[in-house]
């Protein structure tokens, strides 16, 4: 976030000197086992009793279901939850056409739901029916609410809430949401460099036959051709029922986040404000570290890799290197893999449940 200074978390640890593949998920586990194992351990022995409720505050594409479905892996996915606004809203929908889960609903929203709608009209609202496409804050913080009350001692992260200022106006929302459950709550911030975030947008690519998404310079395939015609390298989908069908980039991704901006500077906004709010604990996790400092903060195996190609003798060769991109207030870094992202939230949550 551009004039704000996330902190930098360390995750070099003293002793720890294997290389691990953070892309093989037994390795990931003894990575995050070398790196943060008693954090790990106390957090294990909190969520079989105790639970939480985390808001995952970033813009998007900053990586917050990511970053969570990490900390599910190392510390318990059975008892850590992620939940997206959005399916919670596309879940409600497919669960209206079962009559018994539609009457759960109903009951819910008639104790629970403080808007301008009938129960009825909230039904249409959810299915597309009603004029209005847009959901009122107060729906969605009913349907929030109603998602957790499911979720009985299950340590939540939310992700999608606020999306808004209006629903940070005043804090009334929020009094809404924050201790509608007896555990504790507390915010996440993500700050990811508008760099990362715009290429990962302009570089991706999908494959036509099974939808499988990669990216050119960040995630490519074992399979890499070259167009004669273009002079141009592309991917071609190593899943083995596609035949290396050639992978193609999603209309308009050209373009990076100017589509998305205005969603972009709210969020911006929506983090700036809560950042000045007081008595709910914050973390702060930053996707990248300094280039001058990254020797004393990070193993070189934690840092993104950025792909290159090129044609030695009729072949096409990888040349693989660190990923540098300028942070949103101009400083040379390194953008980090979720993993090590991912140590620093585990790390940080120890620490904000006073473990």
């Given at each position: 976030?551009?004039?704000?200074?996330?902190?930098?978390?360390?995750?070099?640890?003293?002793?720890?000197?294997?290389?691990?593949?953070?892309?093989d998920?037994?390795?990931r586990?003894?990575?995050?086992?070398?790196?943060?194992?008693?954090?790990?351990?106390?957090?294990?022995?909190?969520?079989?009793?105790?639970?939480?409720?985390?808001?995952?505050?970033?813009?998007?594409?900053?990586?917050?279901?990511?970053?969570?479905?990490?900390?599910?892996?190392?510390?318990?996915?059975?008892?850590?939850?992620?939940?997206?606004v959005?399916?919670?809203?596309?879940?409600?929908?497919?669960?209206?056409?079962?009559?018994e889960k539609k009457?759960a609903?109903?009951?819910?929203?008639?104790?629970n739901?403080?808007?301008?709608?009938?129960?009825?009209?909230?039904?249409?609202?959810?299915?597309?029916?009603?004029?209005?496409?847009?959901?009122?804050?107060?729906?969605?913080?009913?349907?929030?609410?109603?998602?957790?009350?499911?979720?009985?001692?299950?340590?939540?992260?939310?992700?999608?809430?606020?999306?808004?200022?209006?629903?940070?106006?005043?804090a009334?929302?929020?009094?809404?949401?924050?201790?509608?459950?007896?555990?504790?709550?507390?915010?996440?911030?993500i700050?990811?460099p508008?760099?990362?975030?715009?290429?990962r947008?302009?570089?991706?690519?999908?494959?036509?036959?099974?939808?499988?998404p990669?990216n050119?310079?960040?995630?490519?395939?074992?399979?890499?051709?070259?167009?004669?015609?273009?002079k141009?390298?592309?991917?071609?989908?190593?899943?083995?029922?596609?035949?290396?069908?050639?992978?193609?980039?999603?209309?308009?991704?050209?373009?990076?986040?100017?589509?998305?901006?205005?969603?972009?500077?709210?969020?911006?906004?929506?983090s700036?404000?809560?950042?000045?709010?007081?008595?709910?604990?914050?973390?702060l996790?930053?996707?990248?570290?300094?280039?001058?400092?990254?020797?004393?903060?990070?193993d070189?195996?934690?840092?993104?890799?950025?792909?290159?190609?090129?044609?030695?003798?009729?072949?096409?060769?990888?040349?693989?290197?660190?990923?540098?991109?300028?942070?949103?207030?101009?400083?040379?870094?390194?953008?980090?893999?979720?993993?090590?992202?991912?140590?620093?939230?585990?790390?940080?949550?120890?620490?904000v449940?006073?473990?």
């Amino acid at each position: 976030m551009k004039g704000i200074n996330f902190p930098v978390f360390r995750t070099k640890t003293e002793g720890v000197t294997r290389k691990f593949d953070l892309n093989d998920p037994i390795e990931r586990r003894e990575y995050f086992l070398a790196k943060a194992g008693p954090e790990i351990e106390k957090l294990k022995d909190y969520v079989r009793g105790d639970s939480f409720v985390a808001y995952l505050l970033g813009k998007k594409n900053s990586g917050k279901g990511t970053y969570t479905k990490l900390f599910m892996e190392a510390v318990d996915g059975g008892r850590v939850g992620h939940v997206s606004v959005g399916d919670i809203v596309r879940d409600v929908h497919a669960s209206l056409s079962d009559p018994e889960k539609k009457a759960a609903l109903a009951e819910f929203l008639g104790e629970n739901y403080r808007g301008f709608h009938s129960v009825e009209e909230v039904f249409d609202l959810i299915e597309g029916r009603s004029q209005s496409s847009l959901l009122s804050t107060e729906l969605i913080l009913a349907l929030l609410k109603y998602e957790i009350s499911k979720r009985a001692k299950q340590a939540i992260f939310i992700d999608g809430f606020p999306r808004g200022l209006d629903q940070i106006a005043y804090a009334l929302f929020l009094r809404e949401i924050l201790g509608y459950r007896e555990d504790p709550d507390f915010f996440v911030f993500i700050d990811v460099p508008e760099a990362v975030i715009d290429a990962r947008i302009k570089t991706r690519v999908v494959c036509p036959v099974c939808k499988t998404p990669r990216n050119t310079k960040l995630a490519p395939t074992k399979y890499i051709g070259y167009d004669e015609t273009q002079k141009d390298f592309y991917l071609m989908c190593d899943n083995p029922g596609c035949n290396k069908t050639r992978m193609i980039p999603k209309e308009g991704d050209e373009l990076g986040i100017e589509p998305i901006r205005k969603r972009l500077e709210v969020d911006d906004q929506v983090s700036r404000q809560l950042l000045k709010l007081t008595g709910v604990p914050k973390i702060l996790l930053r996707n990248s570290v300094p280039v001058d400092d990254s020797d004393n903060l990070v193993d070189d195996y934690e840092m993104t890799p950025i792909y290159d190609f090129r044609l030695e003798g009729g072949e096409v060769k990888t040349v693989e290197s660190p990923w540098i991109v300028n942070d949103d207030n101009g400083t040379p870094s390194y953008s980090l893999l979720p993993a090590a992202v991912a140590v620093a939230l585990i790390k940080e949550t120890a620490k904000v449940l006073d473990l």
